[in-house]
């Protein structure tokens, strides 16, 4: 089945320094990878996605690349703000693309990695 | 962007008891709706998906009749924790997609759920 497997945390950082979260993951066929972001009290929120193998995601000045060869696709931001502090989800989908788009199926997480920025 | 919440934001109720959860599309149409359980220090894990007007999917392992879904319009969703025990403390998350948009789905703040 589908599996995906983060760093674990928690990671602590300074203000302006460089962060990588590391995400793998193990299913079957060409899934789509997400990274969501839940900060303290709030829900989940999509920060990222990609759908094929080499595509970037980029948000917020967070990027993540789909690498197929290594079925990775690791979190990074140059750096990071106190603002940045929250969870990090990694994720897939199973996708289908239809004539109204693309449709994705349920999700599968990761165990999320907590991130703390300190000043 | 699109917003959902959930009602209460914990909650705590004695063994034996059942207990409602909401879950709302505030500015949007949900025609699917996910209900998943997130242990401590634990991914999420999706126990249902649930379309407007019919019945709840559940996982593998999930016991339908103990988690009651009801999915009766377009902006709401109830997961009913039927007979609780204190294995079922745990943190509820809902998320909410539009059939326009079918790639995202937007997730409430979650409730957590407190069994004694």
Redesign the interface.
Known sequence: GNS?TQMEGPVTLSEEAFLTINCTYTATGYP?LFW?V?YP??????LL?ATKADDKGSNKGFEATYRKETTSFHLEKGSVQVSDSAVY?CALSK?RTGA?????G???????TILTVHP | GAVVSQHPSWVICKSGTSVKIECRSLDFQATTMFWYRQFPKQSLMLMATSNEGSKATYEQGVEKDKFLINHASLTLSTLTVTSAHPEDSSFYICSARSGEQLGTQYFGPGTRLLVL
Do not use: A, H, I
């Open positions: 995906v789509s969501y839940q009290g709030e829900g989940l929120q999509l996605k989800f996708g109204g788009g693309t449709s994705y349920k999700l599968t997480f990761g165990q999320g």
